[in-house]
């Protein structure tokens, strides 16, 4: 109960980990409350308003809002609601002729166009309809090529990045802990066995290997998080194993099997609470792993499938931008993977430091 108190005093006094851990913490708020922070809450931020692609941030435009008809709302806290709207970004309007034109956004000053009565309730007055239905909207961080809200996408996307982490490192732990324990506590042909196959996997570089599960799975949304998993094992299994092998030759290991206790309750109750320390630290690491291979298989298309936002299938959309004057496209979801790996990898190394982890 002692160690508690020290190591939070240790982490505290560590700068840059308290702020990594903090922006960590940030992140996971943002991705739960995802749909509720976004400026666009429709599902996967899919509100695509494509006359106004590409534009910088702090873009201001008039939406004119047409609510679709004989479609009830759906919301979900956590998947966001159904588009509710039609919506059509517009210059400007006006009455003519007891009906409704518009100027859609982008065109020349002199054109308007019949606003569609069927868009328009019955027995509506049509001034009120347009006070109500148009609203001037703003673009934090611009629009993506298609018109999106950039900010809710990378928002939205955060959710797959902090969840591919989670699940992957949990695959991996829960593969690697268990083979690397048997291997290290059993040793001889049991050993032999599970470090061949180790070997044969460490020797398939790790993103082929991740390509080569995804094909076999298919590609979509949770695929992805098993075949991450599936191919970060490898490190688990090989400290597990490493501490295990050291560990067993121990006096109250020894002790454990003069008093009769069987393998699975000294492996499991004597043997892996001591491993929690340096497998917290190797998981922050592979969590920042993770996260570069999804964005890497986003990047190739056979990451999450769209419409879901992944921030490495926007840098794969929009990197030709790079070139176009418009950089800040792909920057922007290149900055957050950067500063989310960059958290998780300086958190490791102040873990490694206040657990006093000896490699």
Same mark, same amino acid.
């Not at 592979?286 to 499938?305: D, K, R, Y």
């Given at each position: 109960?002692?160690?508690?108190?020290?190591?939070?005093?240790r982490?505290?006094?560590?700068?840059?980990g308290?702020?990594? $851990?903090?922006?960590?913490?940030?992140?996971?708020?943002?991705?739960?409350? =995802?749909?509720?922070?976004?400026?666009?809450?429709?599902?996967? =931020?899919?509100?695509?308003?494509? !006359?106004?692609?590409?534009?910088?941030?702090?873009?201001? %435009?008039?939406?004119?809002?047409?609510?679709?008809?004989?479609?009830?709302?759906?919301?979900?806290?956590?998947?966001?609601?159904?588009?509710?709207?039609?919506?059509?970004?517009?210059?400007?309007?006006?009455?003519r002729?007891?009906?409704?034109?518009?100027?859609?956004?982008?065109?020349? =000053?002199?054109?308007?166009?019949?606003?569609?009565?069927?868009?328009?309730?019955p027995?509506?007055d049509?001034?009120?309809?347009?006070?109500?239905?148009?609203?001037?909207?703003?673009?934090?961080?611009?629009?993506?090529?298609?018109?999106?809200?950039?900010?809710?996408?990378?928002?939205?996307? !955060?959710?797959?990045?902090?969840?591919?982490?989670?699940?992957?490192?949990?695959?991996?732990?829960?593969?690697?802990? %268990?083979?690397g324990?048997?291997?290290?506590?059993?040793?001889?042909?049991?050993?032999?066995a599970?470090?061949?196959?180790?070997?044969?996997?460490?020797?398939?570089?790790t993103?082929?290997?991740?390509?080569?599960?995804?094909? %076999?799975?298919?590609?979509?949304?949770?695929? %992805?998080?098993?075949?991450?998993?599936?191919?970060?094992?490898?490190?688990?299994?090989?400290?597990?194993?490493g501490?295990?092998m050291?560990?067993?030759?121990?006096?109250?290991?020894?002790?454990?099997?003069?008093?009769?206790?069987?393998?699975?309750?000294?492996? $499991?109750?004597?043997?892996?609470?001591?491993?929690?320390?340096?497998?917290?630290?190797?998981?922050?690491?592979?969590?920042?792993?993770?996260?570069?291979?999804?964005?890497?298989?986003?990047?190739?298309?056979?990451? =999450?499938?769209?419409?879901?936002?992944?921030?490495?299938?926007?840098?794969?959309?929009?990197?030709?931008?790079?070139?176009?004057?418009?950089?800040?496209?792909?920057?922007?979801?290149?900055?957050?993977?950067?500063?989310?790996?960059?958290?998780?990898?300086?958190?490791?190394?102040?873990?490694?430091?206040?657990?006093?982890?000896?490699?």
């Amino acid at each position: 109960m002692a160690q508690g108190p020290s190591v939070f005093s240790r982490l505290s006094k560590n700068t840059l980990g308290l702020l990594s $851990f903090a922006w960590i913490v940030l992140l996971a708020f943002v991705a739960v409350f =995802a749909y509720q922070l976004a400026p666009d809450a429709s599902k996967n =931020a899919n509100q695509m308003h494509l !006359s106004i692609h590409s534009q910088p941030p702090g873009f201001e %435009v008039q939406l004119l809002r047409l609510p679709l008809l004989g479609e009830a709302e759906e919301t979900d806290f956590f998947g966001g609601s159904s588009i509710r709207y039609d919506e059509v970004p517009i210059s400007d309007w006006r009455f003519r002729e007891g009906r409704i034109e518009i100027q859609p956004y982008g065109r020349r =000053a002199s054109y308007y166009e019949p606003l569609d009565p069927n868009r328009i309730p019955p027995d509506q007055d049509l001034a009120e309809f347009m006070d109500a239905q148009v609203v001037t909207q703003r673009f934090i961080l611009g629009t993506d090529k298609y018109g999106r809200d950039l900010l809710s996408r990378l928002i939205i996307g !955060s959710r797959v990045s902090l969840a591919i982490g989670f699940v992957a490192v949990f695959i991996s732990l829960l593969i690697g802990v %268990v083979l690397g324990a048997v291997a290290g506590y059993f040793g001889g042909r049991v050993d032999a066995a599970i470090m061949g196959l180790i070997n044969i996997v460490w020797s398939i570089p790790t993103l082929l290997l991740v390509i080569a599960i995804t094909l %076999v799975l298919g590609r979509g949304f949770w695929q %992805v998080f098993i075949a991450v998993g599936l191919s970060m094992w490898v490190e688990v299994a090989r400290l597990v194993r490493g501490q295990v092998m050291g560990l067993k030759e121990r006096t109250f290991i020894q002790a454990a099997h003069t008093l009769g206790f069987s393998n699975g309750t000294i492996i $499991f109750k004597h043997l892996l609470p001591l491993l929690v320390a340096p497998l917290i630290v190797l998981s922050a690491a592979n969590f920042a792993s993770a996260i570069l291979i999804e964005s890497g298989l986003s990047f190739l298309g056979i990451g =999450a499938q769209p419409p879901i936002p992944s921030w490495g299938g926007m840098i794969k959309d929009h990197f030709r931008y790079l070139l176009l004057g418009k950089p800040y496209l792909a920057i922007l979801p290149g900055l957050c993977i950067m500063l989310l790996v960059l958290a998780f990898m300086t958190l490791g190394n102040s873990l490694r430091d206040a657990l006093d982890v000896k490699n």
